[in-house]
């Protein structure tokens, strides 16, 4: 990419790490699927791939949602809060599982009497969806 080619990037004010927190939303039912972190490189290949492409704070490196457990995320469209620092991707979530407890949502913690409650039920077991990706000793 030239200088001009990723200009829209210095738009989005990014954190003190080079950050921008990121809303992944459901497209055709408005539900928010997943929280997620993107630097500059992350959001440049979002763009390009036109598929989901996030920055794991935890591995340290980027991560193509869905490249272990086949659950990517087709961006239809990308938008920009008011203040530039959020991110909101309107997505196809494949497979209608976007978290990796084999849920619909990473949201599916209702907060009642003083509790946290699982209120959405396992689409698929997580060790299904992992197998691939572990290896044998």
């Not at 210095?10 to 003190?16: A, F, N, P, V, Y």
């Not at 980027?62 to 995320?73: D, F």
Request: aromatic fraction near 8%.
């Amino acid at each position: 990419m030239t200088a001009t080619a990723n200009a829209w990037l210095k738009k989005i004010q990014w954190d003190e790490h080079g950050l921008v927190p990121v809303i992944a939303q459901e497209a055709a039912s408005g539900d928010i699927l997943m929280f997620a972190w993107m630097n500059r490189e992350a959001l440049a290949r979002t763009v390009e791939l036109g598929e989901a492409v996030y920055w794991s704070r935890s591995r340290k490196k980027l991560w193509h949602k869905g490249e272990e457990s086949g659950h990517t995320q087709k961006v239809l469209e990308i938008r920009l809060d008011c203040d530039d620092d959020v991110v909101l991707l309107k997505i196809e979530q494949a497979g209608g599982i976007a978290c990796h407890t084999g849920r619909h949502s990473c949201f599916f913690q209702k907060f009642e009497g003083e509790e946290w409650h699982a209120v959405e039920p396992v689409l698929q077991d997580p060790e299904t969806i992992y197998t691939k990706t572990k290896k044998t000793p």
